[in-house]
Structures are given as structure tokens and as C-alpha cells.
């Protein structure tokens, strides 16, 4: 099983960013996805994640409004649009999926059986 993030970079204030998982290895659409970040010194976040049909989706407090979870189940793929960025949104961002029997979001980490590898996202001021 892999999960391949990319789409993080440098950007400004104010800016958007892209970000992509592409899954191989598993049955995708079993999985529930989530978005994790982790600024330096501080724990690893959930901050969204959504369901195996893209129906359900939760957002952090944080993110809420300016970042947005999709999935493509057909792709394998799940992406976090994010907008608004801010100084703070600065982290290293991980996916991660979720065998969920009952489809359900779960938001702990030791909840998620796979992790991509992370990509950095750096908001300047």
C-alpha cells in the first residue's frame, strides 16, 4: 500500500494550494480519508477528512470555510483545496486512510492505517 501526497510549496498570505494523495495497494473506495498537519513542535492535527463515498465530510474548527476535502474514488486520489492560507496553516500535511467498517469519520490518528509520506506547505506573512 502507498500514498503518494504532493502539491505543497511555498506561498503567500492570502494564497491557495492544491494538494493531492494518490492511493495504490488498497480498495480506495473502503477507505475513509483524512488530511493531518504538523507544525514544527507541535502535535499532528486532523483537520478534515471524509467518507468512503465523499458524502460526509468533517472539517477542523481551524480550516473550516477556507479549506475544502474532496475524494475520486475512480482516481484513488483525495485532495484538500485550501484558500485563505494564513502563517499559521504552516506544516508538514499528511494523508492518511481509514478502514472504517461502519463508513464512519474518525478523527484520531491511531484510527488511520496507511500514511503518505507528507508534504510541506509554508505560508509566509
Known amino acids: 500500500v502507498q500514498l503518494q501526497a504532493s502539491g505543497g510549496g511555498l506561498v503567500q498570505a492570502g494564497g491557495s494550494l492544491r494538494l493531492s494523495c494518490v492511493t495504490s495497494g488498497l480498495t480506495f473506495s473502503r477507505y475513509c480519508m483524512g488530511w493531518f498537519r504538523q507544525a514544527p513542535g507541535k502535535e499532528r492535527e486532523f483537520i478534515t477528512g471524509i467518507s468512503w463515498s465523499g458524502g460526509s465530510t468533517y472539517y477542523a474548527d481551524s480550516v473550516k470555510g477556507r479549506f475544502t476535502v474532496s475524494r475520486d474514488n475512480a482516481k484513488k486520489s483525495v485532495y484538500l483545496q485550501m484558500d485563505s492560507l494564513k502563517p499559521e496553516d504552516t506544516a508538514v500535511y499528511f494523508c492518511?486512510?481509514?478502514?472504517?467498517?461502519?463508513?464512519?469519520?474518525?478523527?484520531?490518528?491511531?484510527?488511520?492505517?496507511?500514511w503518505g509520506q507528507g508534504t510541506l506547505v509554508t505560508v509566509s506573512s
Open positions: 492518511a486512510a481509514d478502514y472504517s467498517p461502519a463508513g464512519s469519520l474518525r478523527k484520531g490518528a491511531a484510527s488511520y492505517d496507511y
